[in-house]
């Protein structure tokens, strides 16, 4: 396995982006995942700093001016972000690193880091991805509204990656996107 490259999986809000990383938490212990930080509130059962790093606005404001983070986005109305050097770190030692993160930071880490492998995330069909915001139940539907609108706009950026693994199966993308960061 090429140790010292960046992975990246994005995608569209509902693929499944969540779903498969957790598989590989599970079935691939020495592939290490990149926690965010958001401003989104934390959601029914999520952990702080093993889901995501929950914080407010005034601190990640900070994190943003002191460099800190890798890449950063806003995406319905929160702040997302990749902690630098937590990632810089684990490359360094030859640790496989996964990022995952919406389109917009994708971008910005293939900027910063050009090696970086781009894995998108596409859902079978739109009527399922569809399906799966909706069926959350976590959102109000004019968020939900707002998603599926900029997850439009998210599945055209597509052919900006290096590779597109399909979600038809949790089991079958993950170990895809393994596959993947092992051709590396």
């Known amino acids: 396995m090429s140790t010292d490259r960046l992975t990246v999986l994005s995608g569209p809000a509902g693929v499944g982006k969540s779903t498969v990383v957790a598989y590989l938490r599970q079935h691939h212990p020495g592939i290490w ?3 965010s930080v958001t401003t989104r509130p934390k959601r029914a059962g999520e952990v702080d700093g093993v889901d995501r790093h929950f914080v407010d606005g005034p601190a990640f404001a900070r994190m943003v001016e002191a460099d800190e983070l890798l890449e950063h986005a806003q995406y319905a109305g929160h702040w997302y972000g990749t902690p630098r050097a937590p990632v810089e770190q684990r490359l360094r030692d030859g640790t496989p690193v996964l990022l995952e993160i919406e389109v917009q930071g994708a971008r910005q880490v293939r900027g910063q ?3 970086a492998l781009l894995v998108f995330l596409a859902p079978p069909t739109w009527d399922e991805l569809e399906r799966r915001l909706r069926g959350r ?12 609108a900029t997850a439009r706009i998210e599945l055209a950026a597509e052919e900006e990656f290096d590779a597109t693994v399909v979600n038809t199966s949790v089991a079958e993308a993950a170990e895809a996107l393994v596959t993947l960061m092992h051709a590396g």
């Open 33 to 35: 995942h990149s926690v």
């Open 113 to 115: 880091m050009p090696d």
């Open 137 to 148: 139940g976590t959102e109000p539907a004019e968020v939900i509204d707002a998603r599926l």
